[in-house]
């Protein structure tokens, strides 16, 4: 694909080089790869949002905490967004939804509704930072991911956790960041089941994640070792996204 064919919106590494006034003799003397027409700096800008997924992975510490908040700095409303507008929201239906389970997971029977209810929950207070511009803060609550990736005898040692959403969505997320303790399969929003626009029946909350790294209405989990992508990590948007 083309740069001049993709929204600046959507390329947000891409953006930053320009804006920095990045020229292709630098970006050729960062990849050590002749960067002399489109295709190569598209290539070379992909290589080096990888370069940068390695560095945020190392940088990564499983045991700092994203900041929480009082409940009297919710936002009000909490945004809704998607990459379809509010008229075309999903509407899952919980009795005859199911989680399904593949890859790399010793238990793969899929899961109720009701049986995710019954697993220990924990609510937080966090901030979700869209890369579209906006944050607000919000509160989750739901089973911690680590506990249930143990449960069904997830290889915890694999590289990835991907999902699979009611919609077309898809997103994928590195092991060390599926498995931190505020990382939450969340069932509910601000004390009520999750209302549609926030992803019911079910949304990944990840505080130490960039919004577009939070599935909502997810369908199925796979535990993987082979790279996956997302929607938008697809188009441009840097793989890990951390926050
Ligand atoms: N299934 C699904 N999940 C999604 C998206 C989507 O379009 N579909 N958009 C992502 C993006 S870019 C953002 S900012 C958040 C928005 O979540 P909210 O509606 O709870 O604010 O959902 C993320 N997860
Ligand atoms: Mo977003």
Redesign the pocket.
């Known amino acids: 694909m083309k740069i001049s064919e993709k929204p600046d919106l959507i390329l947000p590494s891409r953006r930053i080089f320009l804006r920095n006034g990045l020229t292709l003799g630098g970006l050729s003397l960062l990849t050590g790869c002749a960067v002399d027409n489109e295709e190569s700096v598209d290539r070379a800008l992909t290589a080096i949002s990888r370069l940068n997924d390695r560095a945020q992975a190392w940088l990564f510490d499983p045991a700092r905490l994203a900041p929480t908040y009082p409940a009297s700095m919710i936002t009000r409303p909490?945004?809704?967004?998607?990459?379809?507008g509010e008229e075309e929201i999903?509407e899952v239906d919980g009795e005859a939804w199911r989680l399904e389970l593949s890859g790399l997971i010793a238990d793969r029977k899929p899961w109720t509704l009701a049986q995710l209810r019954a697993l220990p929950q924990q609510s937080q207070i966090t901030r979700?930072?869209?890369?579209?511009g906006?944050s607000?803060i919000?509160q989750w609550s739901g089973a911690p991911f680590a506990h249930f990736l143990r449960r069904v005898g997830a290889d915890l040692t694999a590289k990835y956790v991907g999902?699979k959403?009611?919609?077309?969505?898809?997103?994928s997320i590195d092991m060390a960041t599926a498995l931190h303790p505020q990382t939450i399969m969340a069932l509910s929003?601000d004390g009520q089941p999750l209302p549609p626009?926030?992803?019911f029946p079910m949304?990944l909350r990840i505080p130490t994640k960039?919004?577009?790294?939070?599935?909502?209405?997810?369908q199925a989990i796979f535990v993987t070792n082979t790279y996956s992508g997302g929607?938008?990590e697809d188009q441009g948007y840097n793989w890990f996204g951390g926050s």
Request: a positive charge; glycine letters at 8%.
């Open positions: 909490f945004p809704f967004n998607a990459y379809y999903r979700h930072i869209c890369v579209e906006w607000a919000g999902f959403c009611a919609d077309d969505y898809f997103t929003y626009k926030y992803g949304k960039l919004g577009y790294k939070n599935p909502k209405h997810v929607y938008w």
